[in-house]
């Protein structure tokens, strides 16, 4: 599976480094679409893989709209998921802590002491892995950590969020 070429990573940090990598997700999204963050919702899944050598550890990463029947950003977030993958990239590389804060992805205490460094890990396959386009009458590529929509909880205030938004985009 996708999470097998981070042999470093343990179950318990593939964890962090997804919830830390959902929480940034959640706050970009939130930018892209100009959404509120309470729209969205993260869900990370306990999924066995069955592979060659045996089962692994190989959970997916859901973001998705909280209100029932969604209100319609799945799909505009999906159109624009590569450029959340490169927001939330330099979003969290630009973040002075050391292993997470409220700013980028969430505070240690809740993603681990390594989960902004597996985080960007996981961020960096997946930005080498999915294509910025597909071809032409060709359907996407599926990125491994599957994403449906976002919701933010910004742990930035809102107007420095907008600003670093605008940042990225020029």
């Known amino acids: 599976g996708f999470l097998e070429r981070f042999p470093g990573l343990t179950p318990t940090g593939i964890q962090a480094g997804l919830n830390a990598l959902g929480t940034a997700f959640r ?3 939130s930018l892209l679409l100009m959404s509120d963050p309470r729209d969205f919702g993260l869900s990370i899944t306990e999924g066995i893989a069955p592979h060659a050598g045996g089962p692994n550890y190989e959970p997916n990463l859901f973001l998705y709209e909280t209100y029932p029947g969604g209100v319609g950003l799945s799909q505009p977030l999906h159109r624009l998921r590569h450029k ?7 979003m969290i590389a630009a973040c002075p802590c050391e292993s997470g804060c409220p700013s980028c992805v969430g505070p240690a205490g809740e993603t681990g002491d390594s989960g902004k460094q597996a985080a960007q890990a996981i961020l960096a396959a997946m930005l080498a892995e999915a ?3 597909a071809p032409r009458g060709q359907p996407h590529r599926a990125p491994p950590v599957l994403l449906a929509a976002a919701r933010a909880i910004c ?9 670093m938004a605008a ?3 020029a």
Not at 84 to 90: D, I, Q, V
Not at 155 to 163: E, N
């Open 84 to 90: 959340l993958f490169e927001m939330t990239a330099t």
């Open 27 to 29: 706050a970009v999204a």
């Open 167 to 169: 940042t990225m985009r």
């Open 131 to 133: 294509p910025p386009v």
């Open 155 to 163: 742990g930035q205030p809102f107007a420095r969020a907008m600003s």
